[in-house]
């Protein structure tokens, strides 16, 4: 929340000092509750590993041990006990009938008034009347949001106009590099469909 803010004050025709009491969240050693450990999640999982972040994590499948051992990952096989324990908690999961509005009014209630929710999956996993209202009420600190629904949200949303909620115009994958690598994944599915071989990318494998 305050990079976006803390740009502003230094950039600031007004700024005269900076507060001295203007102060952030710890990461380090913080717990990270992350709600789906695919290849994404599980990579998020590596670096907040280098945090030392004490890592919870949600999902259909457990992984196997020596994947949770290699980042210290602990698996919640309920999400209620991850919301409750987590001080970030991180939506990194596939939209689906089962997924939609995944956390809502309840979830939201179960964690921390000091946590964040932080979603780089689909805008629809969120119910975001629950989210304005949570973040407006404080029942949770705020939110990081790289996606919504819709995109963009509509210039008079109440997300837009609340101070505790940082927002980005979904570009996690948002490099040349990542762009280049996608497309050439996309070929390479092409590729095997034309060919008869295994597709590598098969959003639902037989």
Request: aromatic letters at 4%.
């Amino acid at each position: 929340m305050y990079l976006h803010s803390g740009c502003q004050i230094a950039v600031s025709p007004d700024t005269k000092h900076f507060a001295v009491d203007w102060l952030g969240v710890e990461v380090t050693r913080a717990t990270l509750g992350i709600i789906g450990m695919g290849s994404i999640g599980y990579r998020v999982a590596q670096r907040a590993r280098a945090f030392n972040m004490r890592i919870l994590y949600h999902n259909r499948n457990r992984r196997r041990k020596e994947e949770e051992e290699a980042v210290g990952a602990h698996y919640c096989e309920k999400m209620e006990d991850l919301l409750r324990q987590s001080d970030f908690v991180m939506l990194v999961v596939n939209l689906a009938p089962e997924t939609h509005k995944l956390i809502g009014k309840k979830e939201l209630g179960l964690m921390k008034p000091t946590a964040t929710l932080i979603n780089i999956s689909r805008g629809a996993v969120i119910d975001q009347d629950a989210l304005v209202e949570a973040l407006q009420n404080k029942v949770i600190r705020a939110a990081a949001l790289d996606v919504t629904y819709p995109e963009p949200l509509p210039r008079d949303h109440p997300l837009l106009k609340l101070n505790n909620v940082i927002i980005t115009p979904h570009i996690g994958t948002a490099t040349v590099q990542a762009i280049h690598m996608m497309a050439e994944e996309a070929i390479a599915n092409m590729l095997a469909v034309l060919s008869g071989q295994p597709i590598p990318s098969e959003v639902f494998p037989k």
